[in-house]
């Protein structure tokens, strides 16, 4: 299985930004996915999760609010809308995907994305 992030870039404080995940393989529907992020100096953390059917979510309290996540089981993809962003938002965010359940524990993903780099200006 291989991840791809895309959707970064450089944006002001209170503006958006949707991240992409395109994933390769035919089970991708059966995969919880989630998004972690790491700053520099700062340890991994994640952000969001959500069930292979899409009905269940999770979010980091920094972002419960402002982020929404979502899965296109037709397109092999999910997705993280971000909306009103802050300077604290700035990081390298990946998606990962696990094969039994989501987690806020990065331990628990079996295959993880490239990254993507955030970048908000105050």
């Known amino acids: 299985v291989q991840l791809q992030a895309s959707g970064g870039g450089l944006v002001q404080a209170g503006g958006s930004l949707r991240l992409s995940c395109a994933t390769s393989?035919?089970?991708?529907?059966?995969?919880?996915m989630a998004w972690f992020r790491q700053a520099p100096g700062k340890d991994r953390e994640f952000v969001a999760g959500i069930s292979w059917s899409g009905v269940s979510t999770d979010y980091a309290d920094a972002v419960k609010g402002r982020f929404t996540i979502s899965k296109d089981n037709a397109k092999n993809t999910v997705h993280l809308q971000m909306n009103s962003l802050e300077p604290e938002d700035a990081a390298v965010y990946y998606c990962?995907?696990?094969?039994?359940?989501?987690?806020?524990?990065?331990?628990?993903?079996?295959?993880w994305g490239q990254g993507t780099q955030v970048t908000v200006s105050s």
């Open positions: 393989g035919r089970t991708f529907s059966r995969y919880d």
């Open positions: 990962a995907a696990s094969t039994t359940f989501y987690s806020r524990a990065s331990t628990r993903y079996d295959y």
